[in-house]
T-cell receptor, first 115, second 113 residues
Framework: NAGVMQNPRHLVRRRGQEARLRCSPMKGHSHVYWYRQLPEEGLKFMVYLQKENIIDESGMPKERFSAEFPKEGPSILRIQQVVRGDSAAYFC?????????????FGSGTRLTVV | QQQVKQSPQSLIVQKGGISIINCAYENTAFDYFPWYQQFPGKGPALLIAIRPDVSEKKEGRFTISFNKSAKQFSLHIMDSQPGDSATYFCAASMMDSSYKLIFGSGTRLLVRP
């Protein structure tokens, strides 16, 4: 029973390029959450998705960031026209209905470096 | 109001000692307080959690103490071991948005052999 799988583990992008981060939730989990961790800081909530629905995107920057969780396939966090300030670790977590954050399982994260 | 303040930023303890990490919050609507442990290169893992209707919860060497009136809670690691060296995060959430965790800034713990 694999845990939450995130890929790539490390991603380097030049300023202005696009970054795509993928998250496959644990088997049986239909809720996905994305968090961002800046260096030396705690995790900050970005977005909560269920299959084909964005439930809460209150933590997402207004521009350049988007997230989806299609019916088939992994959840994708997309960052367009990356800037240096986007450099961070991005963590995905998943849970099953009824457990919400009490049953959170985090992936190992994607470390994005913008050069 | 949505912040969770965590201290200290870093902590060095001798093997066998007690590690204590403190957190404070403002929003009295918070009703779930977990602690997460994170090793380098890994995602956070749930360590122990408490609800505000109890003042203490113990699981093995890990204890959460909760002071509702002071709006503070702390993690105590008894008999600290080198393998406990990691970054620890407190967090809080509310039932009406219970999927959203508000994290403290983290404490980097080093346990010396």
């Amino acid at each position: 029973n694999a845990g939450v799988m995130q890929n790539p583990r490390h991603l380097v992008r030049r300023r202005g390029q696009e970054a795509r981060l993928r998250c496959s939730p644990m088997k049986g989990h239909s809720h996905v959450y994305w968090y961002r961790q800046l260096p030396e800081e705690g995790l900050k909530f970005m977005v909560y998705l269920q299959k084909e629905n964005i439930i809460d995107e209150s933590g997402m920057p207004k521009e350049r960031f988007s997230a989806e969780f299609p019916k088939e396939g992994p959840s994708i966090l997309r960052i367009q026209q990356v800037v240096r300030g986007d450099s961070a670790a991005y963590f995905c977590a998943s849970s099953s209905p009824g457990t919400l954050n009490y049953g959170y399982t985090f992936g190992s994260g994607t470390r994005l470096t913008v050069v | 109001q949505q912040q969770v303040k965590q201290s200290p930023q870093s902590l060095i303890v001798q093997k066998g000692g007690i590690s204590i990490i403190n957190c404070a919050y403002e929003n009295t609507a918070f009703d779930y307080f977990p602690w997460y442990q994170q090793f380098p290169g890994k995602g956070p893992a749930l360590l122990i959690a408490i609800r505000p209707d109890v003042s203490e919860k113990k699981e093995g060497r890990f204890t959460i103490s909760f002071n509702k009136s002071a709006k503070q809670f702390s993690l105590h690691i008894m008999d600290s071991q080198p393998g406990d060296s990691a970054t620890y995060f407190c967090a809080a959430s509310m039932m009406d948005s219970s999927y959203k965790l508000i994290f403290g800034s983290g404490t980097r713990l080093l346990v010396r052999p």
